[in-house]
RNA sequence: GGGCGGUUAGCUCAGUUGGUAGAGCACUCGCUUGACGUGCGAGUGGUCACAAGUUCGAAUCUUGUACCGCCCACCA
């Protein structure tokens, strides 16, 4: 019986949630009539599969609202296709969420412990991210589950999970074999002071006074520019009558005469009567003031009429490159651009303008707010409809102040009526020149061919082929001093105040330049086709469908998309290089050149090609994996399969091409094994009679091996050709099993007792053969595969990896790190560093007693190393006699000199220096008067760790040493913080246990990929990660919201099918954004973010999933509405009073769907169609209409006419409390209303399930206590 | 400037094979409280932005215009 009162969601939620999750329901293991399955059987039980992959929300953070939009939709194709029956995947994980992650944790770290991520250094950084998002991914899952997402949250992943790391660096790996990965010099957004490129989206723009300088660049010889002959003013309203000048009017009058004797024919474009220019002359009479040449009336001031420029140059035949215009209003300058005039502001100081007019000839003129740039500039561009110029076009001018040749080229997007229609390029420094250049490259090939020069560094200083007095100035100081040398040879026309976008780093606050810089590459081009046509051909769907349009547009126009980011947080570039990589400014051409140790290079091709570069996964080398032989046998499983998958893993793996394995000659393929260097560390893998090939090999030239792997070593029966014999003979021969065991530390057998031509018998004897090697036989183990092969590869796998795991712990060098033994220093804890006391007598029985105990674990160590001060040296000298080892002393090791604390205690330390007492507290690099500094310790710790590398890498070592030293130690090796490694007392002989990397020489990408790069994996990365993906892929539904169509979706597309040649998802639905109750984008600015949680709390689940679902269509935006939400709060509430009216007069009824009743018959009809057209919605994706339909069917036709009508035929009592209906037929009418109203609850409720499951489920449960309403079919 | 949407009742929005305009909220009137912290019934309210076209018939298809929104590009 459901409780009394109203639905409360918030006790009920929970509750349910609890018993799907127990239930493991959301499992696709689940399966209603067997329950739950193992993973293999779920595999292949038949049923169809279902997959939606949960775009990830970030880690760190709560789902807001949008994402819980998310869930709701996905949700709802979860269960409803768990409801038809399908296996149901809902694959969850958590975003890392790229720069807006590592910005979080920067702050994370910078609040907690006030440290930046530089102080921590990257690898820590790195972990300790790692493990902060780790600790709050559970919180973002329960929020996931408490809206209902049905996804197995047992598979939940971290998309920075090595797995899913192994992929997306895989996917890289790939492209880079199949040439689509390439690094090339691109302009750049530069962060001089975080020293870092930036995305776009991570700058701001700033509003700056700035100054437009009109700069003439000398064109250059015999490419002169044809005169000006003509000048056209408009002076309307400067001189009307002499008697009402206003401001500068003698200045022009006088300028106009000027020019009039110098035989310039003036012009006159106004609507001021040419009569009424007339001068007041020094007796008081007006006089005429010009005489006009040209004149014609511009009747539409204020507003010039366009034309009127036109029928200017027609009425007097002019050539528009001939005429400059002056005019009074800078507004009017536009209509006579456009027609091609020069044009100057009638404002500009006549000086300039006569300057301008003289010079005009021999110039172009170019406007500039950036005038240190144009060391860099490669040519000018005007627009190719600029009539001006055309002449110009391809002609040469030249750069000042460093005398270079430019071409002027011609560019659309050059805007006629700014400054002068002319702009310099600067490729190197400004994005839109860069793509200008580009776009002239392209269209004009290599002879007309544009480069750029760099003439700004990453400090934001001026470098590269400019005049030295300009380099190593900074920006700002460069272009004062342009300006300078400009004016001074009297190029610089004009300057103008100008408002300027500035970029900033949205961190930094710097100014950020644009430079040319080294960057990762892919190149879509072969990509983006199949991504195109699976989405033109229909086998991928959008919903809604124009956002197809969207899509294509954006696809079609992709270019080829820059992948790395000067990020920490992240997948690092799995590209390795041998040395630094320096990016420098050629100072002869301003190029940027890429050098590897000081080698130049020209892109990573070259760079793999010249041995400085490698690409791939892990390390080269560093984990000893390079060490690993694959030897194919004579037979094809392990060439055409085990071995490609191996080297796929461990790429550096060297798979031998041994061709004359079945020759008779056996000095063929000893040819071949001698190109490689077999060592004690190498791991070979050999198959068949490659196993044999190669045990002759290192048996003939006694070369030892750390492992063999054998696998289906063929010890089969010598066929009658005698050739077989002959190879078995290779390690029958008993005169061999001797040495074996010298040789090869682990032999690993992997065979079957199917293989062929071997019978188990023939490998027992083997094993047996081999006397001398019993007692390291006993260690290996033998694996019987499966007569198919069948588990035969992951055996070899399982092994490979142990393996290998143990060559890299083998090459590790390891220290057992222990304090000297008591000195009567410690006794009474005195500072004790340069002070050399012997051990007291305890400390002697100490050391005694530790060297026993070492000598009964039968630990082994290969040497002994101690600080040369007294107290360690006589300790290990005590250990080493019991271990009868050699003690190496080194000063490098000593305790720290105390100075003028030496032999104090701490209590006098603390009466007699109480301030430095304090520091010491409080930082532990305090400096103690007379006393060695801590860096100087830790240099010479450093020191000491580089001669262990060096000398002793790879040995066990017993480290004797000191209090501080130790602490140095944990720094250096554990990674621990100075707190951490300053944590309680370090005890006489206590013993720490530490290892030491061997130090590559390879040194990794600093850069990640773009977020881009691996969230366009996601659609089979998790899926791959757990194994899954044979079952689940292509997935079904991608459920996203519409903003990240192109951004991510593309992505996901194009990654998808290149690596899995198959389409990631039928269909992409794509919901709408979320906005806050106002209609506006919700913003934390704003302040009117809703969080999810609170309507939760307030509505419950099903309500706010009631409102993202209930009448919205995809991809439209819709409000948070409170009106809707408590609207659903109140269905929800029908709901559940009316599941109590059906459920108390149904008790022991049966459900039918067969009624003789009309009312009943036609709910029964109600049903059907409400069934169909339900399911026809959400078949076509219309989720909106789907839940519309459902709410209000149950509403105003279940309860509101239906069950008003079936009361009467349910009472047994009238008001009075009479019984009624008490005949056989009523009796009848009342049983038939009882099972169709429960037959058509049951079906309202499977129905609405997939939309609010949390209060449905609730019902069913007192419908069929026993079964979850999850996996009822209804379709 | 390019691309894509939107413009329907006072408000928020539905309306897919073109056939007499819908929901929720709000408003008016009435009824009801033994499933319903309420519910039910009835009602008010829209030349579906504007214009032209196709059609027997257009909110729905075509073209154009206006306004609003989003994304991308641009501002030397």
Not at 154 to 172: A, M, Q, S, W
Not at 263 to 275: A, P, R, V
Not at 515 to 532: G, H, R, T, Y
Not at 793 to 802: C, M, N, Y
């Amino acid at each position: 019986m459901l409780p009394k009162g109203p639905y409360n969601s918030g006790n009920t939620e929970p509750e349910i949630l609890k018993y799907w999750l127990d239930g493991k329901f959301f499992k696709p293991e689940y399966h209603p009539e067997r329950g739950l399955l193992s993973t293999e059987e779920m595999k292949t039980d038949g049923r169809e599969p279902f997959c939606i992959v949960n775009p990830p929300p970030n880690a760190y953070m709560r789902p807001h609202i949008g994402n819980v939009s998310g869930y709701a939709y996905q949700d709802v194709f979860l269960r409803y296709n768990r409801m038809k029956g399908k296996k149901v995947l809902g694959q969850p994980g958590k975003d890392h969420a790229g720069i807006q992650g590592e910005v979080v944790l920067e702050k994370i770290f910078w609040e907690n412990k006030k440290k930046t991520k530089q102080d921590m250094g990257r690898d820590k950084f790195y972990k300790a991210s790692y493990s902060h998002f780790l600790k709050l991914m559970p919180m973002v899952m329960a929020d996931e589950q408490r809206i209902g997402l049905s996804s197995d949250y047992d598979r939940n992943i971290f998309t920075l999970d090595p797995k899913i790391v192994k992929t997306v660096l895989g996917t890289f790996t790939k492209m880079f074999e199949d040439k689509m990965v390439y690094k090339g010099v691109r302009i750049v957004n530069w962060d001089p002071i975080a020293k870092t490129t930036l995305a776009d989206i991570d700058t701001e723009r700033e509003e700056r006074d700035g100054e437009l300088v009109y700069i003439n660049y000398p064109i250059a010889g015999e490419n002169k520019k044809p005169k000006i002959k003509t000048i056209v003013f408009d002076i309307y309203g400067v001189v009307v009558k002499a008697d009402e000048q206003k401001t500068i009017d003698q200045e022009i009058i006088a300028l106009i005469k000027d020019l009039k004797h110098q035989n310039y024919k003036i012009g006159l474009l106004s609507n001021t009567k040419e009569e009424n220019l007339v001068e007041h002359d020094s007796d008081g009479q007006y006089l005429k003031l010009f005489d006009f040449q040209y004149f014609a009336a511009d009747t539409n001031n204020p507003k010039p009429d366009p034309k009127a420029y036109e029928k200017f140059e027609e009425k007097y035949s002019l050539k528009p490159e001939e005429i400059l215009f002056i005019d009074d209003n800078i507004e009017n300058l536009s209509p006579a651009k456009k027609r091609g005039w020069i044009t100057f502001h009638y404002q500009d100081n006549t000086e300039n303008l006569k300057k301008f007019i003289e010079t005009g000839r021999e110039y172009l003129t170019v406007a500039t707010t950036r005038a240190e740039t144009m060391l860099g500039d490669t040519a000018v561009v005007i627009n190719p409809k600029d009539e001006r110029y055309k002449d110009l076009i391809g002609k040469k001018l030249i750069l000042p102040l460093v005398d270079r040749e430019i071409p002027v080229i011609t560019s659309p997007h050059v805007d006629m009526e700014f400054g002068t229609g002319a702009v310099k390029l600067t490729p190197a420094h400004s994005m839109d020149d860069y793509k200008m250049m580009n776009e002239w490259n392209v269209e004009n090939g290599e002879e007309k061919k544009v480069g750029y020069i760099n003439v700004i560094d990453k400090d934001a200083k001026m470098t590269g082929p400019i005049p030295e007095k300009y380099k190593g100035l900074t920006t700002e100081e460069c272009r004062e001093e342009i300006s300078k040398d400009l004016e001074k040879q009297g190029l610089i026309v004009k300057r103008e105040p100008h408002k300027m976008n500035v970029m900033i780093g949205e961190r930094s606050k710097a100014v950020v330049e644009q430079i040319m810089s080294s960057q990762w590459f892919i190149d879509v081009e072969k990509l983006k086709q199949p991504a195109i046509d699976a989405v033109k051909n229909g086998e991928v769907q959008i919903h809604p469908d124009y956002m197809k349009k969207k899509y294509l547009h954006w696809m079609e126009n992709l270019h080829d998309w820059p992948v790395s980011r000067s990020l920490w947080w992240g997948y690092r570039i799995p590209v390795w290089y041998k040395g630094e990589v320096k990016e420098e400014v050629n100072q002869e051409t301003g190029q940027i050149i890429e050098t590897i140790n000081g080698v130049q290079v020209d892109g990573i091709y070259d760079a793999v090609a010249k041995g400085l570069a490698k690409v791939q996964i892990d390390e080269p080398g560093s984990e000893n994996r390079k060490n690993l032989f694959l030897i194919p046998g004579k037979h094809g499983y392990a060439n055409r399969k085990l071995f490609p998958e191996i080297k796929n893993e461990y790429p550096h793996a060297a798979i031998l091409d041994v061709k004359g394995l079945d020759d008779p000659e056996y000095k063929n393929y000893v040819d071949e094994f001698k190109k490689y260097d077999f060592d004690e560390a190498s791991i070979i893998v050999a198959h068949s009679l490659g196993t044999r090939a190669i045990l002759r090999y290192l048996l003939d030239n006694k070369i030892k091996v750390n492992s063999l792997i054998m696998l289906a070593p063929g010890c089969r029966k010598p066929r009658s050709n005698g050739r077989d014999q002959k190879y078995l003979d290779l390690i029958t021969n008993a005169h061999d099993y001797d040495q074996l065991k010298d040789l090869i530390k682990n032999i690993d057998i992997v065979y079957s007792d199917n293989d062929e031509l071997m019978t188990l018998k023939n490998f027992e004897d083997f094993v047996k053969l081999i006397p001398g090697a019993k007692a390291h036989l006993e260690k290996n183990k033998m694996h019987y595969a499966s007569s198919d092969y069948g588990n035969r590869s992951e055996i070899v796998k399982g092994l490979l990896k142990e393996k290998l795991d143990a060559n890299i712990e083998n090459n590790l060098t390891k220290f057992t790190v222990v304090r000297h033994a008591q000195t009567d220093h410690n006794k009474i804890k005195a500072f004790c560093g340069s002070l050399d006391p012997k051990l007291n007598r305890t400390g002697q029985v100490q050391a005694e007693m530790f060297a026993r105990t070492l000598k009964e674990s039968n630990e082994k160590y290969d040497m002994i190393i101690s600080s040369d001060l007294k107290r360690a040296k006589e300790t290990a000298e005590i250990i080493a006699k019991e271990l009868k080892l050699e003690v190496i002393s080194t000063e490098l090791i000593r305790e720290r000199d105390f100075g003028i604390l030496e032999g104090k205690t701490w209590q006098q330390v603390e009466t007699e220096y109480p301030k430095l007492a304090k520091k010491i507290e409080e930082q532990y690099q305090e400096e103690i008067p007379e006393g060695e500094s801590i860096n100087k310790v830790e240099d010479r710790v450093r020191a000491f760790l580089d001669m262990i590398r060096n000398d002793y890498s790879g040995k066990k070592i017993l480290l004797v040493t000191h209090f501080g030293i130790i602490r140095i130690l944990k720094r250096e090796l554990l990674g621990e913080t100075p707190e951490e490694s300053r944590k309680g007392q370090i005890d006489n002989l206590q013993r720490f246990e530490m290892r030491i990397k061997p130090e590559s020489d390879w040194i990794q990408d600093l850069d990640v990929f773009d977020t881009w790069f691996s969230s366009g994996q996601w659609a089979y990365a998790p899926l791959i990660a757990n194994d899954l993906i044979d079952t689940f892929y292509p997935t079904d539904i991608m459920e996203t919201m519409h903003d990240i169509l192109e951004l991510w979706v593309s992505r996901m597309m194009m990654l998808s099918l290149y690596t899995q040649k198959k389409i990631p998802f039928k269909h992409v639905y794509l919901h709408g954004m979320v906005k806050a109750a106002d209609g506006q984008k919700m913003s934390k600015s704003k302040g009117n973010v809703v969080l999810p949680e609170e309507i939760i709390e307030k509505y419950g689940a099903d309500s706010l999933r009631l409102m993202y679902l209930v009448g919205n269509k995809a991809g439209a935006s819709y409000p948070v509405s409170y009106e809707k939400l408590e609207g659903y709060k109140r269905f929800l509430n029908k709901i559940w009073n009316a599941s109590k009216f059906v459920l108390s007069n149904t008790e022991n009824i049966k459900p039918s769907d067969k009624s003789s009743n009309k009312e009943d018959k036609k709910l029964l009809r109600e049903l059907m169609t409400l069934k169909q057209t339900i399911i026809r919605h959400i078949d076509n994706y219309r989720i909106g209409m789907a839940a519309e339909e459902l709410y209000s069917h149950f509403w105003h036709y279940f309860c509101d006419v239906f069950l008003e009508e079936v009361k009467p035929r349910l009472y047994t009592k009238d008001r009075e409390g009479n019984p009624i209906n008490q005949g056989p037929k009523e009796q009848k009418s009342r049983k038939e209303a009882q099972s169709v109203l429960l037959y058509a609850l049951r079906e309202y409720m499977k129905m609405l399930n997939p939309f609010i499951p949390f209060i449905t489920e609730r019902i069913w449960q007192e419908i069929e206590p026993e079964k979850t309403i999850m996996y009822e079919s209804w379709v």
